[in-house]
């Protein structure tokens, strides 16, 4: 018996292209055939002041430009209307049966996972913030959360089965600090978005 499907999270329009409505893609699929075919509906994850937020986009066809995938929508016919549509993210339902594709992990999954770092746990991941720059791990370590950016470079390994991610954080991210602890988070944060771990 198949379940309700999950919202998985494939991509995110980052820039007007051109005159006519296009926008460039970042993609957070292995399988842009399968998940950007027409047709296709996305949820928009927008802030609330977007005119787009609550709503849904339909893809009308994905072009290759020098190995950039650029996406036309329906609805969306002028560069006004692509620039409104910057930075959001895109995310579609999946039905909970289907095959998952590598290295790709939903929020639920994550949510829960002993935070390993040198073997030791450190913490348990207590939810998952998707930002434009880059997403990040919010794990609960005793009476405080700590925001560990989801790079490979700082977490190169998320075990699902043996229900752990394995967590190598700058010094001071979770270490009692003197004063207050939020100048290493925001560091932390602050770093290169390269590397970021697939979503999907």
């Not at 849904?56 to 072009?63: D, K, S």
């Not at 988070?185 to 970021?196: H, R």
Request: hydrophobic share 40%.
């Amino acid at each position: 018996m198949s379940t309700a499907p999950q919202q998985l999270r494939v991509g995110r329009l980052t820039k007007a292209h051109g005159l006519k409505g296009a926008l460039k893609l970042e993609l957070f699929t292995d399988d842009p055939d399968k998940r950007f075919t027409p047709g296709s509906v996305f949820t928009l994850q927008v802030p609330t002041s977007s005119p787009w937020h609550g709503k849904t986009l339909t893809l009308a066809e994905l072009r290759w430009y020098n190995g950039q995938p650029v996406g036309f929508f329906e609805g969306v016919s002028d560069r006004s209307g692509a620039e409104s549509l910057a930075k959001a993210i895109l995310w579609i339902d999946q039905d909970s049966d289907e095959p998952d594709e590598p290295d790709a992990w939903y929020d639920f999954q994550l949510v829960g996972l002993r935070a390993l770092r040198d073997g030791v746990e450190v913490g348990t991941v207590a939810r998952v913030e998707h930002f434009p720059a880059q997403d990040l791990l919010v794990v609960r370590s005793g009476e405080r959360d700590v925001l560990v950016p989801f790079v490979s470079a700082i977490v190169p390994a998320v075990d699902i089965a043996a229900g752990t991610v394995t967590i190598t954080p700058p010094v001071g991210l979770f270490e009692d600090l003197a004063d207050d602890d939020q100048p290493a988070a925001e560091q932390a944060v602050a770093e290169p978005e390269a590397d970021v771990a697939p979503s999907a």
